[in-house]
């Protein structure tokens, strides 16, 4: 019987020209931003691959010099990034591209991609993403708010329940009709998505995970579950199927457009980030509070006049310019990871509140969760930042420490072999229970959503009126 | 007879309690974006503001220990006019180790629009070497923060007030209709035209009411210095935004016979026009014209700075050859300074071409946007409120070629004084080149809008007349 139901209501939206435009329209919108998004994700690997060989290349061919020298020099991190933000961008526009590590300086990325786009970016951006999460809703919305309503309005509902057909078995066959003719949509856009990456990215591209892909399917799924029943409830309930179509625009706009700002402003109210003077002052205040550096070296000086029990600084057969730039890079280093650390803290106390707020929007827990998994998200950006600065710090107390090693002064050089030693960055990006667990609270409140619905459902349908 | 339909229509309104509650929301959505909007400008005023104190009082700091060091020079009875070492009396220490911060101060209706103000940078240190964005007040926001939008003026009026005035004029004259009061209504000496347009101008006035007060409001806790002018022409805009909408709802009501239909089809165009239009746009751009990441930039930077750092000896004789007005200066006896210019220099011929292929992307996708925000009346009306609040395109592009106009100043200031090594003195420290930026007043930016608010009037107009038309020739008895 449900399938029944389900069969009856499928065909009688897919005669609907009108439905058959929008599925087709959002179709293409959906393909076409995957396109676009696939585009640009190869792109900008293309040219992060090339990057960060070239400055490899620049790395080791930079000539003879001082190690300390070599450490101002730098190196670059380029960002990689996952096949799956072909479907999201998420944060990557918002977020640099590269991170220059070199002595004395805990830095984020910085060169970020919207600062090259144009104003309409602001307006909002075309991605698959965008497309699932703005446009598929609404057009279950569309396809749903009439299911009892609208019956009812034409006083057919009575009739079918006259039949003897139990409430619940016609609630299940009107989602399943509404659902099937989705698939449509959503199966096609699945495979093709599937197999793109698959044969495109290669199962050797750096952070390519079926398992993140089968996550975001289930994400999507549940979201897509929780607004199909949520539809059944407000037209089992509503008066009119009028009513129950405003109600449900009404909770579509609020949610995609209104609550997200107002829950991250009020996630900023709570938890709010220093302006970039305060920032910048309290670093200072940080790095005044250690030694100077001429103390530093004094310091040294009279250690090591102890150590080799000589007289007179110049009589210490050791490199104090070694000493003093290993432990200040680890005094100073100590004191900027802080503030970065304070400042990534205040970010995912930021997110943590924005959870909290997808209470009101499901859109958001489904939001950071898609580019939680597509690996567009701060927290990506933020372990990418990360390893560079491990890598940062590591390669420049190998420096600091050959200097120690070897006894240099400031004039004293080294060569190609010693920028050999140091390996070029390799990055490892996080796995996919790694991203999962980062968002563990927006999961509990898209399954709280889900499970207040299976909940409520039922109860909405049995209290239904008839006429 | 228009006169009475007016005041009937009132009545019903304020009988109605939709009204109330549509103006109450648009209202408290204003005075909401208008709180956000202000504090928001405020926090950016601030920060500009003490990094332009900071500088000032850091270089009004080193011109008083160069004063004190020449009081007791003279006091010695050393000469001043000489060569100097790199240092405190270096013209270095101005020209590259200081050099000139500025800012870009928010204009008197940036409360009204964040726009591009979180991303550009407002606050930049122009050296010799180049120029570095300094921190500005938003600097440091959560990406998701950006990613997401500001709850300001422009998203109030862009995405939210069209969807006001559809939900005050869907089913115009449909909703009588469908009950038939409209037989009754227009059996008085009444055409349906002048009855359609009665009730647009009644909820166009209580609309634009609730608009002029709010944001007059807004307006006012600012300070308004000097946004008076500005704030006129954002009504402007929001007037003939607003009947764009307006217009479309009566053509809509025109041609359906149930409101429930016109509904629909108005939500399904305020989602084409608002939401998916700028968004298609958006990617279109990108795609044709991709601006390539700046990762490319990084690398062609850093082997120029590489190379440059390498051969230090022959960049200068390079840079000797084409400043032939310089008096040449071997390798061995240059300083830091000297070698520094003419590594950066290098650098910079070398970058020219890669900017400059930034640039013409950048460019192209302006254009490109320009064009076809014809397409959609919210990208048309977005572009006018940002440029309104001088945070849009046009403001920052001016600003950033001032900037280079400055760097520009600054190397042909600087440069001479490098090479001939004399001390710099403190009566030059008022002879720097100066950084004035000369903001577009307000009629450059009616100017700038001028075509598209006129096209967004012509296709109102249009809509307007079909719908007319279409009022003049509806028969009621089918």
Redesign the interface.
């Known amino acids: 019987m449900v399938l029944r139901i389900a069969r009856k209501e499928a065909t009688e939206m897919l005669r609907d020209g009108r439905f058959r435009w929008a599925v087709g329209i959002v179709f293409i919108l959906l393909v076409g931003a995957f396109l676009a998004g696939w585009k640009h994700y190869a792109d900008v690997e293309t040219q992060r691959m090339a990057a960060q060989e070239a400055d490899r290349e620049i790395w080791l061919t930079q000539g003879e010099k001082n190690q300390h020298s070599a450490a101002h020099f730098g190196t670059y991190a380029f960002k990689p990034t996952m096949p799956l933000t072909a479907l999201d961008q998420g944060v990557l526009p918002y977020t640099g591209v590269s991170v220059f590590m070199e002595a004395h300086s805990v830095k984020d990325a910085a060169f970020r991609p919207a600062e090259d786009a144009t104003t309409v970016q602001r307006l909002g951006s075309l991605t698959a993403a965008s497309t699932l999460q703005l446009l598929v809703p609404l057009l279950l919305i569309l396809l749903a708010f009439s299911a009892f309503a609208g019956e009812r309005d034409q006083g057919t509902l009575r009739q079918i329940l006259s039949l003897g057909v139990p409430r619940s078995t016609l609630a299940f066959g009107k989602a399943l009709g509404v659902a099937s003719p989705l698939m449509l949509l959503i199966l096609p856009a699945t495979v093709l998505g599937v197999a793109a990456l698959v044969l495109l990215a290669g199962p050797g591209s750096p952070m390519w995970s079926l398992g993140r892909a089968a996550l975001l399917v289930g994400v999507y799924v549940v979201y897509f579950v929780i607004i199909i029943m949520l539809s059944l409830v407000v037209s089992a309930r509503a008066s009119s199927s009028r009513t129950a179509l405003v109600a449900l625009l009404g909770f579509w706009l609020l949610t995609s457009f209104i609550v997200p700002r107002l829950v991250t402003d009020a996630a900023e109210a709570i938890h709010p980030t220093p302006t970039s003077i305060a920032f910048r002052d309290s670093v200072r205040a940080g790095l005044t509070a250690l030694p100077s550096w001429s103390d530093r070296v004094a310091e040294i000086e009279t250690r090591l006049m102890d150590e080799h029990e000589v007289e007179s600084p110049e009589a210490i057969p050791a490199s104090v310019a070694g000493y003093a730039l290993f432990e200040a890079e680890r005094d100073e280093t100590d004191v900027r990871r802080a503030h970065m650390a304070a400042l990534g803290h205040r970010y995912e106390q930021q997110k943590t509140a924005t959870e909290f707020g997808a209470v009101l929007s499901p859109l958001l827990a489904v939001q950071l969760l898609s580019m939680g998994v597509a690996g567009s998200d701060y927290a990506h950006h933020r372990h990418f930042a990360d390893a560079a600065e491990e890598y940062r710090y590591d390669y420049v107390q190998v420096l600091n420490q050959d200097m120690i090693d070897q006894n240099a002064g400031w004039d004293f050089t080294v060569d190609r072999a010693m920028w050999e030693q140091i390996p070029p960055f390799d990055y490892t990006s996080p796995t996919a229970g790694w991203a999962t667990r980062h968002y563990g609270l927006s999961l509990l409140v898209l399954v709280f959503w889900a499970a207040m619905l299976l909940f409520v459902t039922p109860i909405a349908i049995r209290q239904m009126n008839v006429a | 007879m228009l006169k009475t339909i007016l005041r009937f229509e009132a009545k019903l309104l304020r009988a109605d309690g939709t009204a109330l509650l549509t103006a109450g929301v648009f209202l408290a959505l204003i005075g909401y974006a208008g709180y ?1 909007g202000i504090q928001y400008a405020d ?1 950016q005023q ?2 500009l503001e ?2 332009a104190a900071q500088y000032a009082e850091r270089i009004a700091g080193i011109r008083q220990e160069v004063v004190e060091m020449e009081a007791e020079m003279i006091r010695k009875g050393e000469a001043l006019d000489t060569k100097v070492e790199l240092g405190r009396r270096h013209p270095y220490m101005v020209g590259s180790a200081q050099g000139r911060v500025i800012t870009l101060m928010p204009g008197p209706l940036s409360p009204f629009a964040v ?2 103000s979180d ?2 940078p407002n606050a930049l240190r122009v050296t010799m070497g180049g120029s570095q964005a ?4 938003a ?13 300001d003026l422009a ?1 109030v009026f ?3 007030f069209p ?1 006001l005035i559809l939900a005050l004029t869907f089913g115009l004259t449909a909703s009588e209709r469908e009950t038939g009061l409209l037989r009754m209504v227009l059996a008085q000496p009444v055409r349906l035209t002048t009855l359609a347009a009665g009730k647009v101008m009644v909820r166009a006035v209580l609309l634009f009411a609730c608009a002029v007060l709010g944001t007059g409001a807004v307006l006012l806790m600012t300070g308004a210095n000097g946004g008076g002018g500005r704030w006129l022409l954002w009504l402007l805009v929001v007037f003939i935004y607003g009947g764009f909408w307006m217009a479309l709802a009566a053509f809509v009501d025109s041609r359906v016979q149930r409101p ?1 239909t016109g ?2 089809v108005l ?1 399904v165009c305020w ?1 084409a026009f ?3 239009i ?10 044709l014209y ?10 062609a930077m ?2 120029e700075t ?1 190379v440059a ?2 051969q230090g000896a022959a960049s200068l004789a390079q840079f000797f050859d084409d400043h032939p007005e310089l008096a040449s200066v071997e390798a061995d006896e240059a300083d830091y300074a000297m070698l520094r210019v003419a590594r950066d220099e290098r650098i910079a011929e070398a970058l020219a071409p890669v900017e400059a292929r ?1 640039a013409a992307q ?1 460019a192209r ?2 254009q490109f ?1 320009r064009s076809l ?1 014809y397409l959609s009346p ?2 048309l009306a ?2 006018a409120f ?1 440029d309104l609040a001088d945070t ?2 046009a403001r920052y592009a001016a600003f950033t070629a001032t900037v280079e106009a400055l760097h520009t100043d600054w190397k042909a200031y600087f440069v001479p004084k490098y090479f001939a090594g004399l001390a710099f003195r403190p009566s030059d420290y008022d002879a720097v080149p100066a950084f004035t930026f000369s903001d577009f007043s307000t009629v450059d930016v009616l100017k700038r809008m001028a075509g598209p608010l006129t096209a967004l009037v012509l296709i109102s107009a249009l809509l307007g007349m079909v719908a007319y038309r279409r009022y003049t020739r509806t028969t009621l008895i089918a």
Request: aromatic share 8%.
């Open positions: 956000v926090e601030a920060v003490t990094h726009g591009q991303l550009q300094l921190g500005g007040a600097s440091l926001e959560n990406p998701f923060k950006l990613l997401v939008g500001h709850f998203f862009v995405f939210l969807l429930v509904g629909l939500a989602l608002v939401v998916v700028p968004a298609l746009i958006n990617v279109v751009a990108s795609t991709p601006v390539p990441s700046r990762m490319e930039y990084v690398t850093r082997t590489s750092q390498q930034f950048k996708q302006q946007i925000g919210a990208v977005q572009q940002l849009g395109h």
